[in-house]
C-alpha cells in the first residue's frame, strides 16, 4: 500500500495520501494581521488549494477539526466557514477552543476527504 506525500518538509509533509484518502496537516494563515475572518478564509483557500493538488474537493471531505484560540471568535470563523462550505456537502465537524503555537495564529483546520 504506497502512501503518496506532497510538499514533504524536514518536520512534516502539507499532505498524506493512501488508499484514496487524504490527509492534510494543520493549516494556518501566513497574514497573521488579519482577523478571524480573514485568517478562516486564507485557511479555507490553503485547503482548497491542497485538495485540488491531491484529487479532491471541498464536497468530498470526511472531517474537519477546527483549533481556535478563542471561542469568542467563534461565530467570526462560522460566518467564514458559511460562506465557504457547498450546500448539502457540509462535514462533520469539530470545533476546539485551544493554545495555539504561535499567539498570532487565530485558527488552524485539520482535514481528511476522499479523492475523486
Known amino acids: 500500500m504506497e502512501i503518496k506525500r506532497l510538499h514533504v518538509g524536514k518536520r512534516l ?3 498524506a495520501i ?14 497573521l ?5 480573514g485568517q478562516t478564509r ?4 490553503h485547503i482548497d488549494r491542497l485538495l485540488a493538488e491531491a484529487g479532491s474537493d471541498k464536497t468530498r471531505i470526511l ?3 477546527i483549533y481556535i ?9 462560522n460566518a467564514a466557514w458559511d460562506e465557504w462550505v ?3 456537502h457540509a462535514p462533520p465537524r469539530a470545533t476546539v477552543e485551544a493554545r495555539l503555537a504561535k499567539p498570532e495564529w487565530l485558527i488552524e ?6 479523492q475523486q
Do not use: R
Not at 486564507?42 to 483557500?45: H, I, R
Not at 483546520?109 to 476522499?114: D, G, H, L
Open 18 to 31: 493512501h488508499q484514496q484518502t487524504i490527509y492534510l496537516a494543520g493549516q494556518i494563515a501566513d497574514d
Open 69 to 77: 484560540s478563542d471561542l469568542k471568535n467563534f461565530d467570526g470563523m
Open 33 to 37: 494581521s488579519q482577523d478571524i475572518k
Open 109 to 114: 483546520m485539520v482535514v481528511t476527504a476522499a
Open 42 to 45: 486564507e485557511v479555507l483557500g
Open 13 to 15: 509533509s502539507d499532505v
Open 86 to 88: 457547498a450546500e448539502g
Open 63 to 65: 472531517m474537519c477539526q
